[in-house]
């Protein structure tokens, strides 16, 4: 994936070369998106040559109109089919403009379209490590902005280059053809002194545009994961440090913008001193012949008319050709996202996963995140169909890397991963990911309703299925009990609901998805005991006849388990029953131990609350004497 700097905004001839590739690509990239609706551009650009023959023609019927007024050619009937003729061409020009506009606004807003949902759905299919390494902020800041550039390449391109182009083209030709070619050269030669001066100036200051996109993506990145961090930054009271860090990224955006726009003035400047001088020759050479008879007035308002035509469009050009960079530097960002390498990808050809009753088997897994960070060795177990299998150790130890390689969120680096005898590997992601439910330690909910949140399990539920889902979470009463039920907004995150409440939250949309395998990765860590007891129940009910992978930090939830693994520094320690493993005596038994001693004395502690509570509000009759 491509990285940027600093460094990128140097004017080396290399990084010069790489940015042209990179347009074209950009280009390239672009085309096919058009292509479906390549009758529609085919029809937009005969309106284009029609609105623009209609203009040029506006100055030829002007100067036979001019002509027919003079003295010496006086008529004492006024010009009327000349004056329509006016009429109709400057109508004729406006009409086909907008029939212009009117077939092409179709393809632009359908390629926007369909590129936003492509790279929406590429980000979607790109491995979890590819998102863990991005920020968020400024991955969405990309994307708006190329969509935005898209827009602009596509607009400028037909509604102003082409047109300019093709108005540049019949001015001239009609100069060629009417007058001595002096007036042509003039033309000429103001246009390419004007087009070589705007090119290289705004190839000179598109870095600046550059900075203020690396400058913007930082910022925006940094006031996005402030604001959802919004908790943590009350708790430390560092408001004024998030505020200082946000604004070194404004600070130096608003360096580069103002960089920016003293280069756009003097791009400008220099663009009105060319026009200006090919205007004074040009004029001067008409009006000159005027003087010498071999040019009438109308001549000479007809070389106006043409100048002024041409002056509009080519002083609008250097802005267009600073959009179209811009835009294409803009888009060049958003493409390298759509082509952002897939660590994970299904195999050509990749059949459909077989999940009845599956049997799940790990073998001799290892897996690192990066060479030199080894997180599992050598993990090998198999969980029967229908059987519950429990994974426990300390923070750290691996437990919750199972379930993203069983997710492939990752694939292993040695070994498989294989249910029913087929290694994931070789199904599609999809129906693999189909056949597996997951209650998480972190449980992130959508900025929507709790009904939304549910029914995501399966969005083709009914209502009832999903009430159904939350009563067997132990939720529904909750829900019911809020002001707006299940339309209730849960807010950015779920923050608007308890630890516990987004963990039943999970649990029902994991039982209303209705999988064959399941896995609980400290499915009751946010719950109090006497929740997590009828939790605890409850999904011990439903893993029945399910193949289930238990991840635990309390062991009273998985004592039932037909297996419990126990993991040590990325390793198997210990396997066995809860029974098996207390008689052991070995890392489980201390486990254990420690936590029943930890229990033990929270139940202490909360008894002598308890009592402390009574004695305050039954105080004793008579005093206690010391003796």
């Keep these: 994936m491509r990285r940027y700097s600093a460094s990128d905004a140097l004017p080396l001839p290399a990084a010069g070369a790489a940015r042209r590739r990179s347009d074209w690509h950009a280009l390239r990239t672009l085309l096919p998106y058009l292509w479906e609706f390549r009758g529609r551009v085919a029809l937009a650009l005969a309106f284009l040559l029609a609105a623009k023959a209609a203009n040029v023609a506006v100055p030829l019927v002007l100067k036979e109109i001019v002509d027919s007024l003079t003295l010496e050619r006086a008529v004492l009937a006024v010009p009327v089919a000349l004056l329509a003729a006016y009429g109709l ?7 086909f403009t907008e029939l212009r506009e009117l077939a092409f606004a179709k393809v632009t807003h359908r390629a926007v379209r369909r590129i936003a949902l492509a790279v929406f759905r590429h980000l979607h299919s790109l491995s979890l490590r590819f998102h863990l390494e991005r920020q968020t902020g400024g991955m969405s800041r990309d994307i708006e902005r190329g969509a935005r550039g898209i827009n602009t390449l596509l607009g400028y391109t037909l509604y102003s280059i082409l047109p300019t182009l093709v108005e540049v083209a019949l001015v001239v030709g009609i100069l060629l053809a009417k007058y001595e070619p002096t007036f042509a050269l003039i033309a000429v030669g103001t246009l390419v002194p004007y087009i070589a001066y705007t090119v290289t100036v705004t190839e000179w200051r598109t870095k600046f545009r550059r900075q203020m996109n690396e400058e913007d ?41 103002v960089r ?70 803009d888009m060049e960002r958003m493409f390298d996202l759509l082509g952002a ?129 939350a009563r067997a979470a132990h939720i529904h009463e909750f829900i019911a009990s809020l002001p707006d039920g299940y339309d209730t907004v849960v807010g950015e995150r779920g923050l608007k609901l308890s630890g516990g409440e987004k963990q039943r939250v999970a649990i029902a949309r994991a039982l209303l998805k209705n999988p064959q395998i399941l896995v609980f990765d400290e499915a009751t860590s946010a719950l109090d005991s006497r929740s997590e007891k009828a939790i605890q129940a409850e999904l011990d009910r439903i ?73 305050a509000q039954d105080p004793p009759t008579a005093p206690l004497v010391a003796r």
């Design 543 to 615: 893993a029945e006849g399910r193949t289930t992978l238990m991840i635990a930090h309390r062991l009273s939830t998985i004592m039932a388990a037909d297996e419990i693994l126990v993991m040590e520094h990325g390793r198997i320690v210990e396997r066995g029953t809860h029974r098996e493993l207390l008689e052991r005596g070995g890392h489980y038994a201390q486990m254990w131990n420690l936590q029943q001693l930890e229990a033990a004395e929270r139940e202490s502690k909360a008894c002598a609350a308890s009592d402390e509570a009574s004695m």
């Design 260 to 329: 920016s726009q003293s280069s756009l003035s003097a791009l400008n400047t220099g663009q009105a001193f060319i026009i200006a001088a090919g205007v004074v020759l040009i004029m001067w050479h008409a009006s000159a012949g005027v003087v010498a008879g071999t040019l009438t007035i109308g001549d000479l308002v007809l070389v106006n008319a043409f100048l002024i035509q041409l002056y509009i469009p080519l002083n609008f050009l250097g802005v267009l050709y600073r959009e179209i960079k811009q835009a294409l530097a």
């Design 217 to 257: 993506s930082h910022a925006n990145t940094r006031a996005i994961d402030s604001l959802i961090n919004y908790e943590t930054v009350k708790y430390f009271g560092n408001e004024e440090h998030e505020a200082r860090r946000y604004d070194e990224n404004l600070r130096r955006y608003e360096r580069a913008a």
């Design 341 to 469: 390498h897939r660590e994970i990808a299904d195999k050509p050809g990749a059949p459909e996963l077989a999940a009845a009753r599956p049997t799940l088997r790990f073998e001799h897994v290892g897996f690192a995140y990066e060479p030199r960070r080894t997180i599992l060795y050598d993990v090998d177990f198999e969980i029967g169909a229908g059987k519950t299998v429990a994974v426990v150790g300390h923070s750290g130890s691996g437990k919750s890397t199972l379930a993203r390689l069983l997710f492939r969120f990752y694939d292993a680096s040695a070994g498989r991963i294989a249910v029913n005898g087929v290694d994931i590997r070789d199904v599609t992601q999809a129906s693999l990911r189909r056949a597996i439910g997951i209650v998480p330690q972190d449980t992130v909910l959508f900025n929507d309703t709790v009904r939304y949140n549910i029914r995501y399990g399966r969005p083709d539920a009914t209502d009832a299925e999903v009430i159904e889902a």
């Design 89 to 95: 061409l400057r109508l004729s020009t406006t009409l």
